[in-house]
């Protein structure tokens, strides 16, 4: 896992523009059992995958947290939201909430979350491999396939095995 992760923003740059080029065709005629499909191999790839041997989107990038991701956090850890807020999070450029700094705080040594049953929601969805409409968010897939072995690996079978018109 070590040497794939090494090797994984230079594997996902090399194919950004070939994926680039899949996902616009994925968007102008979406196939009717996409949804299906993308489930299915989002699926057989997390029987492959470990994520607490890698835990490389908790070491490298932030989630976004929503005022009830704060609010149930906060609870959690027994604080006032504006608390959590001060302790955890800044404001990003969006206007968003963000991590103050990653790694992520509440990522354990063991790659363990310490606040894994109410973690965030993006977190929870993350690598967004099996949601609905995924050729609306072409650009998160293709910049999580430079941080996530699954992602990249859920992209590569997606082009196998969607065929598009």
Do not use: W
């Amino acid at each position: 896992m070590d040497e794939f992760l090494k090797s994984l923003p230079n594997l996902a740059k090399d194919k950004k523009k070939e994926n680039r080029k899949f996902f616009s065709k994925l968007k102008k005629r979406p196939p009717k059992d996409l949804d299906k499909t993308m489930v299915e191999i989002h699926e057989e790839e997390f029987t492959r995958t470990d994520c607490l041997t890698c835990a490389n989107c908790c070491k490298t990038t932030g989630p976004l947290f929503t005022n009830k991701d704060i609010e149930r956090i906060a609870k959690h850890l027994r604080l006032k939201p504006a608390q959590f807020v001060e302790n955890y999070l800044r404001v990003d450029e969006d206007n968003d909430h963000v991590l103050q700094q990653v790694p992520c705080t509440f990522l354990g040594d063991d790659n363990y979350c310490s606040i894994y049953d109410v973690r965030p929601k993006a977190c929870r969805e993350y690598p967004h491999t099996d949601r609905k409409d995924l050729h609306k968010i072409s650009n998160i897939t293709i910049k999580n396939t430079a941080i996530c072995p699954a992602a990249y690996n859920i992209v590569e079978e997606m082009k196998k095995r969607v065929k598009l018109k």
